[in-house]
Nanobody
Framework: QVHLVESGGGLVQAGGSLRLSCVAS????????MGWYRQAPGKQRELVAT???????NYADSVKGRFTISRDNAKNTVSLQMNRLKPEDTAVYCC????????WGQGTQVTVSS
């Protein structure tokens, strides 16, 4: 069993910054990629950013240039630095680990006020 625990969410004004972190623990035999998805009320879950073992990154167009994903392979952690936040970034942000299967964290709320 793999457990993902996120931290770092909260309330911030538009233009502000937050940093999310996710720690993976448990029976981790292989990791292909880690990343972040988000789901706003009434909307489908969408990709925010992913990072592979080799450091390759992929971002949603809506966050390019504002968000940066990083990873510590030795510690099985993934972080998301979010700058210049907008009200439309408000969502529950979930950590994802793609290994033998895909695992999800419980999520952390990010609220951006205008």
């Amino acid at each position: 069993q793999v457990h993902l625990v996120e931290s770092g969410g909260g309330l911030v004004q538009a233009g502000g910054s937050l940093r999310l972190s996710c720690v993976a623990s448990g029976s981790i035999f292989s990791i292909n990629a880690m990343g972040w998805y988000r789901q706003a009320p009434g909307k489908q879950r969408e990709l925010v950013a992913t990072i592979t073992n080799g450091g390759g990154t992929n971002y949603a167009d809506s966050v390019k240039g504002r968000f940066t994903i990083s990873r510590d392979n030795a510690k099985n952690t993934v972080s998301l630095q979010m700058n210049r936040l907008k009200p439309e970034d408000t969502a529950v942000y979930c950590c994802m680990l793609a290994g033998s299967r895909v695992y999800w964290g419980q999520g952390t709320q990010v609220t951006v006020s205008s």
